[in-house]
């Protein structure tokens, strides 16, 4: 059963316009939450991480926005650029995982010129 | 950032050879993973270690097995490899969050 779920598969966004990635969890224990972006044959590369006690974090043009009570987070990212195209792991850990991270099957996203 | 690295990145192997996949970071991290991922899956973590001596199996279920003789390197280890193990293999470290090496691809024949 997937703590972590991230319904779209794949997204596509014009260069310029926003990217809205969204990610659903539903263990309540879970207290930290991060978005990695990964390109093909490369490891995950951490982007942005977000804990349970704020609602929103910003960096440059990636932010991430939590809602609790929906238990659920999505990451923007504005303006897209092509080179933004990749897969995006929405990850998350708290007590209920011992402190080990739980990811989602992740949103491929393509970013077109 | 860590620098976590990861030999060898592709292998291609014939069923019941035995593999050890090398994991080394440089920044004196305790914690270490090995996470397993298939194409449009999630990672699966399948090994973590705490520090030198310490070794504990992940969610998922793995034929395989790790040491961690020394704080920088966590080598993962398959005895007799199958085309079930067929996989991307990542290896991360932690300080305030988990930096991952390149992978591993490995394809058993």
């Known amino acids: 059963d997937q703590q972590v779920k991230q319904n779209s598969p794949s997204l596509s966004v014009q260069e310029g316009r926003i990217s809205i990635l969204n990610c659903d969890y539903t263990n309540s224990m879970f207290d930290y939450f991060l978005w990695y972006k990964k390109y093909p044959a490369e490891g995950p590369t951490f982007l942005i991480s977000i804990s349970s006690i704020k609602d929103k974090n910003e960096d440059g043009r990636f932010t991430v926005f939590l809602n609790k009570s929906a238990k659920h987070l999505s990451l923007h990212i504005v303006p897209s650029q092509p080179g933004d195209s990749a897969v995006y792991f929405c990850?998350?850990?708290?007590?209920?995982?011992?402190?080990?991270?739980?990811f989602g099957k992740g949103t491929k996203l393509s970013v077109k010129p | 950032e860590a620098d976590i690295y990861q030999t060898p990145r592709y292998l291609v192997i014939g069923t019941g050879k035995k593999i050890t996949l090398e994991c080394s970071q440089t920044?004196?991290?305790?914690?270490m993973y090995w996470y397993q991922q298939d194409p449009g899956m999630e990672l699966h973590l399948i090994h973590y270690s705490y520090g030198v001596n310490s070794t504990e199996k992940g969610d998922l279920s793995s034929e395989s097995t790790v040491s961690r003789i020394r704080t920088e390197h966590f080598p993962l280890t398959l005895e007799s490899a199958r085309p079930s193990h067929t996989s991307q293999y990542l290896c991360?470290?932690?300080?305030?969050?988990?930096?991952f090496g390149p992978g591993t691809r490995l394809t058993v024949l």
């Open positions: 920044m004196g991290h305790d914690k």
């Open positions: 991360a470290s932690e300080s305030d969050t988990q930096y």
């Open positions: 990850a998350a850990s708290g007590v209920g995982s011992q402190g080990n991270l739980i």
